[in-house]
């Protein structure tokens, strides 16, 4: 048997809850650093703060030895300027990227000067990043004297739309290429990771969550000094005492997805991006930027064919698209030839789908394989698909079903699997936690790190950010004396945790989480405009006080979800309240507003932030660019660091 | 044909088997269930078995449980119908499915 229905038929009764369970009872922890969330920049920013010599305790949902986004895998070790083979100065290659609108020039400017040295970190405890075996010697940008395996993407400029340049004759020649991308075995980092964590003494509380920050005489807005959590399995109530805290959870995935079930297809977004952090951290009065921002999800819906068993919305990663008659298409591959662009340029799309109508184009399309040298085939498959985070499997199992790279073209779904509609949105890589050049918030005693700051990056900029914050909180810690937790902020706490265990029925997780998508969808989407948010709010409000009240949870698991979903309504709202402030329209923020139709019109060029004040929300703004000359900051700010971890 | 007892049971979640167990090869450590970031699984209450799909319609898929599991052939990942991908054989024309 393996299902549970399998086993109440042969057993004639439901499985017990297989775990103690502890609702309510308390446990204590006392640490010096705490950090919230054990994905790749929680794991970072617990080490380097261990390695400073401090007791550091690591609080993750899932386990930390495949937790988060990055926990499957990664294929790609992004804008690491830094590295040997690198053509571009890391502080030139950082301002380019921060120059993209509403991009977080401080995590940039992080990645770019540490996150090679990080990288090299993350082989000395075990993870392989370059071609030691001598697998894939003859791939195009593999460097034989280092082994690493230079990646086609970002061949001259950073984007995801094709250099301007492309087509014409010697464009981007191997002598000019910026080698700021590094192929990387990604899959064997989060193992490596947890590993070091255990040999370094970090006290790791797996399966439990995040439940609130608590804050001196539990007043919002003072310094942060722990957190409450609970064991998602017994339901235990964990109370944190720490100096300082980083927060390094990830943003909300699903907010405008109405079904959970078919969510759980998208490799991008696992059910439990919740926004937990960001909820945490605004009742405790931090305060948040760029919560308005948020375009259509295109890939990763769930709704669509999962990734890489073939969506030519993410390309194939340098396997030529070709018709069902084997003739090329004009689609961008991220390959060399394309110098990595991963999106078509405007207009292309369309010319496929009239070639389609007019039978130009045969369907369906596929990724032709067997058209690449065998070398350019392996790597691609094994490394650049194999090890990109969720696709291991995918990998495994076309194997397993007799799928082979030299004979085989692999389907490819963009354009028969139907278009994202402009209300599947997402609101997980826009907003977060607003840090200064400590990647501290502003609250004295919290940092951020990875997802949970504002305008996240991606594998390498979590893990360059969160060994940045873990050894900032540690120089913080060290000037901080014992606090006492105020009790009845955590008995506030305890009552909202518990309260849906308290009852045996009425509402379950999954209404209000398709409840909350639906008002999201209504009010906060494609059209946005002064009226309909009030709609929102109102609708938000009238969930929190009719149906709230009503929600049960049977188990430790389902309380997690429940609690997951309290999270996100608390995130819509917050979304709704921000999005209030921004009166205009904005292309990179991908918000459109009808009552203000400007688009970007230069006085809104500037970022919102939003933060509670005594329970009332208060609106701020801060210029574009206030983090100031960024190599100067960087270098002000870090006259102390060492490089490379040379410990024992 | 004995006639059974016909039970009234609600219908089953959707998607209900992202994996299938091989029994013969599972040896019941658990890994999969430790590994799991979303606790799809519970530990069999038998000791030795395969462990019991709790949440099947939370599995994100990202396929962890089958890669880091210590007995080859124990996991099969079990796509659902409308996520298995195809191919085309480039010469003879012959498709394939996952």
């Given at each position: 048997m393996t299902t549970w229905h399998d086993y109440l038929k042969e057993e004639g009764r439901p499985p017990s809850w297989p775990y103690p369970v502890r609702f309510e009872q308390e446990r204590e922890v006392d640490t010096d650093i705490l950090v919230i969330g054990g994905g790749i920049a929680g794991c970072w920013a617990a080490i380097s703060a261990a390695r400073l010599g401090m007791r550091v305790a690591l609080v993750e949902k899932s386990d930390t030895v495949r937790s988060g986004?990055?926990?499957?895998?990664?294929?790609?070790?992004?804008?690491?300027?830094?590295?040997?083979?690198?053509?571009?100065?890391?502080?030139?290659?950082?301002?380019?990227?921060?120059?993209?609108?509403?991009s977080n020039g401080i995590g940039i400017q992080i990645q770019c000067r540490e996150d090679f040295d990080t990288l090299l970190e993350m082989e000395q405890m075990g993870g392989k990043i370059r071609d030691t075996e001598d697998e894939y010697v003859g791939v195009e940008g593999r460097d034989d004297k280092t082994k690493f395996m230079i990646s086609p993407r970002y061949g001259t400029i950073h984007s995801y739309f094709p250099d301007p340049r492309m087509g014409e004759p010697n464009f981007n020649p191997p002598e000019t290429r910026n080698n700021v991308v590094i192929r990387v075995w990604g899959s064997t980092f989060k193992p490596a990771l947890k590993k070091e964590c255990k040999r370094l003494g970090v006290q790791?509380?797996?399966?439990?969550?995040?439940?609130?920050?608590?804050?001196?005489?539990?007043?919002?807005?003072?310094?942060?000094?722990?957190?409450?959590?609970?064991?998602?399995?017994?339901?235990?109530?964990?109370?944190?005492?720490?100096?300082a805290t980083i927060l390094s959870t990830a943003g909300a995935g699903s907010i405008w997805f109405m079904s959970m079930e078919l969510g759980g297809y998208s490799n991008m977004h696992s059910r439990a991006i919740s926004g937990d952090g960001t909820v945490m951290a605004f009742r405790a009065g931090a305060e948040l930027t760029k919560m308005e921002a948020g375009g259509v999800v295109r890939i990763a819906t769930g709704y669509k064919h999962k990734w890489y068993t073939g969506g030519g919305d993410a390309s194939y990663e340098n396997v030529p698209l070709v018709d069902a008659n084997g003739k090329r298409l004009p689609y961008p591959i991220q390959g060399w030839v394309d110098a990595g662009a991963m999106v078509p340029a405007p207009g292309v799309e369309e010319k496929i789908r009239e070639g389609i109508l007019k039978g130009?184009?045969?369907?369906?399309?596929?990724?032709?394989?067997p058209s690449m040298p065998k070398v350019e085939q392996d790597a691609t498959w094994k490394l650049m698909l194999g090890e990109e985070a969720t696709t291991k499997v995918i990998i495994k199992t076309f194997n397993e079903a007799g799928f082979n790279t030299r004979k085989d073209m692999l389907q490819s779904y963009k354009f028969i699997e139907g278009q994202s509609l402009p209300q599947w949105r997402e609101a997980g890589y826009g907003g977060g936690l607003l840090v200064d050049w400590n990647l501290k918030t502003s609250l004295d005693g919290l940092y951020a790190a990875g997802t949970q700051m504002f305008a996240p990056e991606d594998h390498s900029y979590a893990a360059a950010t969160g060994r940045y914050a873990g050894r900032k909180a540690v120089a913080y810690a060290r000037g901080i004396g014992e606090s006492k937790l105020a009790r009845d902020q955590i008995e506030t706490i305890k009552n909202r945790v518990y309260a849906p265990v308290r009852r045996s029925g009425g509402i379950e997780w999954k209404e209000l989480h398709a409840g909350i998508a639906r008002v999201m969808q209504y009010y906060a989407s494609e059209f946005r405009s002064e009226s309909l948010f009030k709609m929102g709010m109102d609708a938000l409000e009238k969930i929190e006080t009719e149906s709230v009240p009503m929600l049960y949870a049977l188990d430790p698991h389902k309380l997690m979800r429940t609690l997951e979903d309290l999270s996100i309504l608390e995130y819509a709202k917050i979304i709704i309240q921000a999005s209030r402030a921004r009166k205009a329209s904005s292309l990179p923020l991908g918000f459109q507003r009808l009552d203000y139709p400007d688009v970007d019109p230069p006085e809104w060029n500037k970022f919102m932030t939003i933060k509670l004040e005594n329970d009332k929300v208060k609106i701020g703004d801060l210029p574009p660019e206030f983090w100031g000359d960024m190599k100067q900051q960087y270098e002000t700010h870090n006259r102390d660091y060492e490089g490379v971890y040379r410990g024992k | 044909m004995a006639k059974k007892e016909l039970f009234a049971l609600p219908n089953v979640q959707t998607p209900n088997r992202p994996v299938v167990f091989d029994p013969d090869y599972c040896t019941g450590c658990n890994i999969c269930v430790e590994v799991c970031p979303i606790d799809v699984y519970i530990p069999n209450?038998?000791?030795?078995?395969?462990?019991?799909?709790?949440?099947?319609?939370?599995?994100?898929y990202c396929g962890t449980c089958a890669v880091d599991c210590p007995c080859p052939g124990a996991i099969k990942f079990n796509w659902p119908l409308q996520a298995r991908g195809y191919w085309k054989n480039r010469e003879t024309g012959k498709i394939g499915q996952i």
């Open positions: 986004s990055g926990g499957p895998g990664c294929d790609h070790w992004c804008n690491a300027p830094a590295n040997p083979l690198s053509r571009v100065d890391p502080d030139g290659w950082a301002r380019h990227m921060a120059s993209r609108p509403y790791i509380f797996d399966r439990v969550m995040g439940t609130g920050l608590l804050t001196e005489n539990g007043i919002q807005g003072a310094r942060v000094i722990g957190a409450t959590g609970f064991d998602t399995r017994t339901g235990e109530f964990l109370i944190f005492k720490s100096k130009e184009y045969a369907l369906p399309f596929y990724a032709d394989f | 209450p038998e000791e030795g078995k395969p462990p019991i799909i709790l949440h099947p319609e939370e599995c994100w």
